[in-house]
Nanobody, 125 residues
């Protein structure tokens, strides 16, 4: 089992930045593809970014491309989401997920087995 805990959320003005962290414990974190997803009230959980187990491959939702950056530090068992130029529509609870072992990661939340409890990001206009 992989235990995940997100941190770094908060309230920020439009145009500002936040860096989310997702710390992992349990099974070998470095073996898992990781993803960031978000869920706004009354909406489904949506893909934000993913990173392969090795860190060599990443991809982003079109809505965040060029503004968000996903990275991982396997020595620290942590995956990050740097969010710049934030917009009010980025407001949501952000979740990190652990997906396939030795995988690239996918855009579907159904492919992720382990989840954190989420961290709230609120962007004011």
């Amino acid at each position: 089992q992989v235990l995940l805990e997100e941190s770094g959320g908060g309230l920020v003005q439009a145009g500002g930045s936040l860096r989310l962290s997702c710390g992992a414990s349990g099974r070998t974190f470095s073996n898992y593809a990781m993803g960031w997803f978000r869920q706004a009230p009354r909406k489904e959980r949506e893909f934000v970014a993913r990173i392969s187990w090795s860190g060599d491959s990443t991809s982003y939702a079109d809505s965040v491309k060029g503004r968000f950056t996903i990275s991982r530090d396997n020595a620290k068992n942590t995956v990050y989401l740097q969010m710049n130029s934030l917009k009010p529509e980025d407001t949501a609870v952000y979740y990190c997920g652990a997906g396939a072992r030795y995988g690239l990661g996918t855009t579907s939340p159904y492919d992720y087995t382990y989840w954190g409890q989420g961290t709230q990001v609120t962007v004011s206009s």
